[in-house]
Each structure stands twice: as structure tokens, then as C-alpha cells.
């Protein structure tokens, strides 16, 4: 019996060693997988400060929006920063960013790719994964089998495309496929800026309703584009160019919303030191708290310093269609929901 013992550990033995000594990992753990997001790379210059990013992360605390100190040659620059000690690389935060091109670019994807097309054209033709739920029509419609599924996503081969815009015309989601436009990107930027400050300037607009507003319920308000729609043409004149723009840009947007009602404020100034920007004070004269909007980063940090709870934080989301109508919707937040949820 005792032989035996020994004879079974001696192999357990030799086997071990041998396996020790050959060791070698799988093909799938040691190679790449082509779809393998990194870490977010930032290109600040492009950033708007809509707060996007910041409200698609489900990991706290690996994304926050920091604003750079003015100096004599201008306003400090809004941009994204990435803790990679808590980023899980999921790509949400790319998903999300409705600039062109992106502030955010986490994998292969979600980047407008410089290829070499040999027809001119204004436009490029990308898939937004985000949007995008694979019925496939855009393939079956494309004239040049310029469109494929790889890798479990729709994507359109640049080096084929001949930018008919037949993929946007059958596609049942609005916005899933994109014709990008790979010129004037500095009036694309300024053209989305205006929509945003345009929308977050009409919600905070509607105090007594946000106000009013419980945990579970919504507002919804129609808010028509045509308001701002002679200044959009300042910028970019072409008006099918100008509508795809924003119609690309509001249908992923996202704006996070602070509010809060003097009246109530107990003036005990927690807040204020707390504030990454310093755009909250404490006006003696007036003997309340003045927040500047302009500064502010929409971080929610006051949201969650406030003991009173008199700081309020919502969500607006946004669909834009042909009406020129941008339908919006608008929720209270709740952090801790959030983090679950997003």
C-alpha cells in the first residue's frame, strides 16, 4: 500500500514539474482580441463640457471632467480626465461623446479611421455601436457590400464605400448610422456647443417643474430647434449639413442638470470648498450662495455635499427626428441608482 502512495505522489511529482517547465498560456489569453478597448485616450481640444462621459461610467470615481485655470490668453480648457487605477475600460464614455470627432476614443470602433477613399466625398459613413441593434438592412441595401458584421458589429469598409448615403435612408434607428463630416470640425464643434448650452439653458429654465419633480417621475417637454436655427446657419450654412450635425449630436446626448432653491438653502456653506472650480461663493451683500453656471462642471459633487438636500441633480436625454422637434426627457438622479443602472 505504501508503494503505492509513493508511486502515485513520484508521477504527481513529475507531472507537475513537466507542466511547470512547458508552461505555456492559450492562444486566446496571450493574443490581443482585435476588439480590445484600452484605456480612453483624450483629445481635449474637442471637448465640449456637456457631461456625457461622466454620466455613462457605471465605475466611480474613473472619469471626471476638470476645468484649467484662466490666464491672460483666455478661458481655461474643459476637458476629461482618466483615473486608470479605476477605469475598467468599457467604452461607454467613447459610446457616449456626441462630438466629431471624438473628445474620447476607447477602441477600434468608435474612431473616424483617416483611410484612403478613392471618391471624394464630405462624408464619411461609420456604424455608432451605441445605436446601432444589427437588423442588418444597411448590408443588404449597400450597393458595394461596403458594409459587413465583424466581430459581432456592423462596420463599413471605408476603402469600398462610395458614400451614397442609401445605408442612412433604410436604416430603422435613428442615428445608428452616421454620414460624418470630416471637414470644418471647429464650426461642427461650435455648432454643438450652441445646441447643448441651448438645451440646458431651457431645462433650467423650467425651475418650478424640476423642483416639483419626484424620484420616479419624468418631464417631458418639446423644444423646438428652430429657435436657435438662423444661428446654426451662421456657422455652418448648409442646412441639411447643419440638421445631420445636431441630429447626430442630440440623439447620444446626455446633460446632467444642478438646481437648487435659494429659499430653502440654509447658507451653511459646505459646498464651497468643495467645488473642484471654485464656481460656487457665498455673496455677503445678497447673503446667499451664487453659483456660476459658467464654470460649473455639473460634477455633482455640491449635489452630494449638500445636507439639506437642497441641491437637486437630474438627467435630460434627447431624440431628434425630422419635426425639428428635439423631444426631451428629464429625470431626478439618483447616484447610487445610477452607478447600477448606467
Known amino acids: 500500500m ?13 507531472a507537475w514539474a513537466n507542466a511547470f517547465t512547458n508552461a505555456k498560456s492559450l492562444p486566446e489569453l496571450a ?115 461596403a458594409i459587413s458584421l465583424v466581430n459581432d458589429k456592423m462596420h463599413v469598409d471605408q476603402l469600398n464605400c462610395i458614400a451614397c448615403g442609401e445605408c442612412i435612408d433604410v436604416c430603422p434607428v435613428n442615428g445608428a448610422m452616421k454620414g460624418v463630416f470630416v471637414e470644418n470640425l ?40 428652430d429657435d436657435i436655427w438662423d444661428e446654426a446657419l451662421k456657422i455652418i450654412p448648409d442646412e441639411e449639413v447643419s440638421f445631420e450635425i445636431v441630429s447626430n449630436a442630440v440623439n447620444r446626448l446626455k446633460i446632467r442638470i444642478i438646481d437648487w432653491d435659494k429659499s430653502k438653502c440654509k447658507k451653511c456653506q459646505l459646498c464651497i470648498p468643495d467645488c473642484p472650480t471654485g464656481c460656487i461663493s457665498f455673496d455677503e451683500d445678497e447673503d446667499t450662495i451664487v453659483r456660476d453656471k459658467d464654470r460649473c462642471l455639473r460634477c455633482s459633487i455640491c449635489y452630494q455635499t449638500c445636507p439639506f ?30 452607478i447600477l443602472m448606467e
Open 186 to 225: 471647429q464650426d461642427q464643434k461650435d455648432l454643438i456647443l450652441l445646441t447643448v448650452n441651448y438645451l440646458e439653458d431651457y431645462i433650467n429654465s423650467k425651475e418650478e417643474d424640476l423642483r416639483a419633480l419626484q424620484k420616479d417621475s419624468l418631464l417631458q417637454y418639446d423644444v423646438p430647434l
Open 2 to 14: 505504501s508503494s503505492l502512495i509513493w508511486y502515485i505522489y513520484d508521477f504527481a511529482q513529475k
Open 309 to 338: 438636500s437642497v441641491i437637486k441633480y437630474f438627467i435630460a436625454k434627447f431624440s431628434l427626428e425630422d419635426d425639428r422637434i428635439i423631444h426631451t426627457t428629464v429625470k431626478a438622479s439618483n447616484l447610487n441608482e445610477e
Open 31 to 145: 493574443e490581443k482580441p482585435d476588439r480590445f478597448r484600452n484605456f480612453p485616450k483624450v483629445n481635449k481640444e474637442y471637448c465640449i463640457g456637456c457631461g456625457a462621459c461622466t454620466v455613462s461610467c457605471p465605475s466611480p470615481n474613473a472619469i471626471k471632467i476638470i476645468r484649467e485655470k484662466d490666464d491672460e490668453t483666455g478661458e481655461g480648457m474643459t476637458y476629461p480626465v482618466i483615473y486608470e487605477g479605476a477605469c475598467i475600460r468599457c467604452g461607454f464614455c467613447a459610446e457616449v461623446c456626441p462630438t466629431e470627432p471624438k473628445t474620447l476614443e476607447c477602441g477600434e470602433n468608435h474612431l473616424i479611421k483617416p483611410e484612403f477613399n478613392i471618391i471624394p466625398s464630405k462624408r464619411q459613413y461609420i456604424v455608432d455601436d451605441y445605436l446601432c441593434i444589427k437588423c442588418k438592412k444597411c448590408m443588404k441595401k449597400c450597393p458595394v457590400n
